[in-house]
RNA sequence: GCCCCGGUGGUGGAAUCGGUAGACACGCAGGACUUAAAAUCCUGUUCGCCGCAACGCGAGUGCGGGUUCGACCCCCGCCCGGGGCACCA
């Protein structure tokens, strides 16, 4: 079986003993505080951080430690380069999971959570990581969410001054207001809103807090959330099913409730701009720009026929104005009530309330075609057509103006809806149109375009937007499709809003009075109306006068800005220093999964630019570069029952009968054979269970799956540490892929870097003999073999490459091995490049071989280059690209005696057949091609 | 529907700038050591063809075209898989 340390040989102690040596060294640098970090501004720094992990109930598996390996890896690398590295984690812990834990099993979320947090700790310990515990966070500590407040606070006292680009306080704002009114200054929450000085004065204090209100950078309105009566709260899109609660299939509907926002919108150019100063991956910049959505086009009033009202729609593609053959607005729009006629009441109203039964991302996702006739019609702004408004749920409320001019001939979704109500289409496009698809070419000559006749789309662009603007019926606007950040949660376990009510007037509290502690409760029933669970504690509900705010703040708070609580956790005077933001600056390296790709980013990114802007911090992008660990999946094992029967088939006999798939649990799984005894044994329901056999044995199907229990495809690290050890566990997670990439997880590989470690052991140890290695002068090929492979490790550690880095370990160690070579100034430089991969065994062989100290802080070996230099090259010589045989050829050569080499080779001469070589391509250090 | 990312041996993957496709491993097959096993070591391993081997030939990076002396890599058109989404006008 495996080695265990069980069997006390104690004359085995030369063998490698992972458990043991682990442990030893774990416990040694949790003693000797190795990871301590300090800030000490005469250092060179690298700020190296994960994403912190929700601490969830069910632990760790494999594809979890992925991207914390990768970047323990780099921090221990950058630190052997000299860095002073700051390498810290914490915890997310603030979240709905808690929540829900505490509702179903009495459990308080403070408990659960701590608990989680005990659990997730041991795990990540086994791993070997060189985290700095001692700058832990936790986002549901007091004494972090203190300073999530007082953020808070900082976002609700400034606005944002588009003149300048930047945030300004409130009170900049209100003198403003006191001597030149805000015609200068468009109010983003009511864009219509005018008034002057005098007015400002005149108004009364709840009329300029509600003002203010429009203004701030946290605000509180009006939005529409998913309602669900039965259970007195709201719901998230995706607890609702087909109109439904996913628990309890209670109605949900849509309905308006007061919320906190930020105003998000206000950063949307500079979030845009920032995103060319950052090193994230191509798609991920595309995914937050199109996120952000900016678009250039025109507001266009649409004058309602028989009334002074006019429907304002948004477009970009003006150009196609005169292709308009009907318009259609979202069941949400304020006119709808105004445009439904008597004759069209019906049918309209019985469409709108459909739509409100159906959440957001239903509607999303829907590809039938709806709507109704609204029975009103607008009258085109040139040619004074009347053109029918529709309502259809494909337009949304929150984008552009919430109504749309249709075009049908150019935009496929108003084509469809053409079709499906058998309205006619103006073709505008010529033979760009066939008929039957929309065509968004922007290069048709238009047609039946009045003015525009003759030109091309492109170009007859500005020529109506002039137009528009000349008559005074639309203009150009740049519209964003990005929307303000919802900002608050009826729940329980998040953080208290620092405001208190009164007289309707959000009160901040002085941050002297910070934190608002989030009180305990024993039962988290939805407060009355929507409210949170807090709303049911009228004692901390009431205060100073007022009423508390009693929704809290969603998960993204805390996680805004948790990078820069790590440069100096223990400062309860500042939520960061100046001086240690200063110091550690932007994160240098960010690691975590795509999921995050805009929500968590894009509101980080907003954050860090909001202190930028108020002089808190000295930078206004918190991460220089990002990189996307992909998913480990599981791979799933698969037995086929035989339909009504107990009997299970194996799968290559499978097709032949009606079977019902069985997922089986990994663990019972030796590659893809099952240990049939073990089946039997996993349920009550399969103790009878027969098996029809394949080659003696039944072997199961496979599949590529989430990893997660339902699918019984979970492997867990600690399982894996046990068996084969940390530094082994850690190489193997590099091994499998590229971190980017997403991959299964399949343990059987894992023995190939196990086998590794055992032979790098071998180098240094003999089993009676003990350490082996000798003080001898190394070769030239030894110091070749070690300098090839260090300069490589450098150069893919540096790009995170770990899976290229892992097999130039097994090949530096391959030929060393070759070459027999056990001279300790070969081998103590390996060890030191290995150890960020495997810092236990490092550390033991370090020390084994007579060195003091750990080897964690050696300097990185300087290649020496002299060992490297190549005088000739095994050339790879092709005929018409096609490889024919090597040829070694100095490397000085010159096109001229390259050419005269090859051609002169009989077996060249061969492949020529006697034809005369048209021209040799020669590459120097690459290849020689000879044309024929 | 839209956007993004992929597709290379039996498997995970390598090829960093358009230059020897399959590095390094897993698995498998054969051998050595051993009473036996484990561990370890050695050899072979893309596919097909020439009876075996050597030598060699042909095909080959999802499919079909193209550019190039030369394409896994660049371009055009498809197919399939995975992920994301706020139907973005």
């Not at 019609?377 to 408004?389: A, D, K, R, S």
């Not at 098996?691 to 019984?712: A, I, P, Q, T």
Request: aromatic fraction near 12%.
């Amino acid at each position: 079986m495996h080695h265990s340390p069980d069997q006390g040989i104690i004359d085995n102690i030369m063998e490698y003993q992972f458990r043991d040596i682990e442990r030893k060294w774990q416990e040694r640098w949790k003693d000797q505080g190795t990871y301590r970090v300090t800030n000490d501004p005469g250092r060179p720094k690298c700020y190296v951080l994960d994403m912190f992990p929700y601490p969830s109930g069910a632990g760790l598996h494999v594809g979890h430690p992925l991207g914390y390996i990768a970047s323990d890896i780099y921090s221990r690398y950058k630190r052997l380069k000299g860095f002073n590295v700051l390498h810290p984690m914490g915890y997310d812990s603030f979240g709905l999971p808690a929540e829900q834990y505490a509702i179903e099993h009495g459990i308080p979320p403070a408990v659960s959570t701590e608990n989680n947090i005990r659990n997730f700790r041991a795990q990540l310990d086994r791993i070997g990581f060189c985290y700095d515990w001692s700058r832990e966070v936790r986002t549901s500590d007091a004494s972090y969410y203190r300073w999530t407040q007082w953020i808070f606070l900082e976002l609700f006292g400034s606005w944002f001054d588009r003149q300048a680009g930047k945030a300004r306080r409130i009170a900049e704002l209100t003198a403003i207001f006191e001597q030149e009114g805000n015609a200068s200054y468009v109010c983003p929450g009511d864009r219509t809103l005018r008034f002057s000085a005098a007015e400002w004065i005149s108004f009364d204090a709840r009329r300029r807090e509600d003002i203010l209100m429009d203004y701030r950078l946290a605000y509180c309105g009006y939005g529409e959330v998913n309602w669900c009566e039965a259970l007195g709260t709201v719901l998230a899109n995706d607890e609702v099913v087909n109109g439904v609660s996913e628990r309890g299939g209670h109605p949900v509907v849509r309905k308006k409730l007061r919320q906190w926002y930020l105003r998000i919108t206000e950063y949307a150019d500079r979030l845009l701009e920032g995103l060319q100063t950052v090193e994230f991956s191509e798609s991920m910049k595309e995914m937050q720009s199109n996120w952000i959505g900016k678009s250039y086009g025109a507001e266009i009033d649409f004058k309602l026929k028989g009334g002074d009202a006019h429907i304002r729609v948004y477009t970009t593609r003006p150009d196609t104005i005169f292709g308009v053959d009907f318009l259609v607005i979202a069941p949400e729009h304020p006119l709808v009530p105004h445009l439904i006629t008597d004759s069209h009441r019906t049918t309209a109203e019985a469409y709108l309330e459909y739509v409100n039964s159906r959440s957001e991302r239903e509607r999303m996702a829907e590809k039938k075609i709806s709507g109704a006739f609204t029975g009103s019609h607008c009258l085109h702004p040139f040619t004074g057509q009347p053109i029918p408004v529709w309502i259809s749920e494909y337009v949304l409320a929150g984008y552009g103006t919430g109504a749309i001019m249709a075009v049908p001939c150019g935009d496929e979704r108003d084509h469809k809806f053409a079709q499906h109500f058998g309205l006619p289409v103006t073709n505008i496009i010529g033979s760009y149109y066939d008929g039957t698809e929309a065509n968004p070419t922007k290069d048709a000559v238009l047609q039946h375009s009045d003015f525009l006749d003759g030109m091309v789309m492109r170009d007859a662009m500005a020529v109506v937007l002039d137009r528009l603007e000349a008559e005074g019926c639309g203009k150009r606007h740049v519209n964003y499709k990005m929307r303000d950040a919802a900002f608050s949660r009826q729940r329980y376990w998040g953080e208290p809003f620092p405001i208190v009510w009164k007289d309707g007037i959000a009160v901040p509290l002085p941050a002297d009075q910070l934190p608002v502690e989030l009180p305990p409760l024993d039962e988290l029933h939805p407060g009355p109306g929507g409210e949170g669970p807090l709303a049911n504690l009228p004692d901390w509900k009431h205060y100073e006068g007022g009423v508390r705010e009693v929704n809290t703040m969603p998960g993204y708070a805390g996680s805004s800005w948790y990078f820069l609580r790590y440069m100096d956790p223990g400062n309860d005077a500042e939520f960061c220093s100046r001086a240690a933001s200063d110091y550690w600056g932007q994160v240098d390296i960010y690691v975590g999964g795509t999921e995050h790709a805009v929500g968590h980013l894009l509101y980080s990114r907003m954050w860090t630019k909001v202190l930028f802007d108020l002089g808190h911090i000295g930078f206004d992008e918190p991460f220089r570069r990002l990189v996307n660990q992909g998913k480990i999946g599981g791979d799933s094992r698969i037995a086929y029952r035989i339909r009504g029967t107990h009997q299970f088939v194996s799968a290559g006999l499978k097709d032949a009968y009606e079977t019902d798939e069985i997922h089986v649990d990994v663990s019972m799984v030796d590659g893809v054979v099952l240990d049939t005894e073990a089946f039997r044994n996993w349920r009550p329901d399969l103790l009878d269970a027969t098996f029809l056999l394949e080659d003696g044995v039944y072997r199961c199907g496979n599949r590529l799956e989430k990893m997660s229990k339902r699918y019984h495809n979970v492997v867990n690290p600690d399982e894996v540490v046990e068996r084969y050890g940390a530094d082994t566990f850690r190489m193997y997670e590099m091994f499998l892929g590229p971190v980017e990439q997403d991959k299964p997880w399949d343990t059987k590989g894992i023995e190939g870097v196990h086998r590794f470690l055992k032979k790098l052991w071998r180098m240094f140890m003999h089993e009676e003999r003990g350490l082996i290695v000798s003080q001898e002068s190394p070769t030239d090929a030894e110091w070749k073999a070690l300098y090839k492979m260090i300069r490589k490790i450098e150069e893919d550690t540096e790009r995170f490459s770990f899976n290229t880095s892992v097999s130039q370990f097994m090949i530096g160690l391959n030929e060393l091995y070759d070459l027999k070579c056990q001279k300790i100034s070969i081998l103590e430089q390996f060890l030191i490049v290995l150890s960020p991969y495997a810092p236990h065994m490092c550390e033991e062989l370090w020390q084994a071989t007579g060195h003091s100290g750990s080897i964690l802080d050696q300097p990185w070996p300087a290649v020496e280059e002299r060992y490297l230099v190549e005088t000739s090259k095994a050339y790879p010589v092709a005929v018409n690209g096609r490889t024919r045989m090597e040829m070694t050829i100095s490397l000085q050569a010159t096109q001229a005696e390259v050419e005269a080499i090859v051609l002169a080779d009989p077996s060249v001469q061969k492949w020529l057949e006697g034809k005369t070589p048209k021209k040799v391509v020669y590459v120097p250090n690459r290849m020689i091609n000879i044309v024929v």
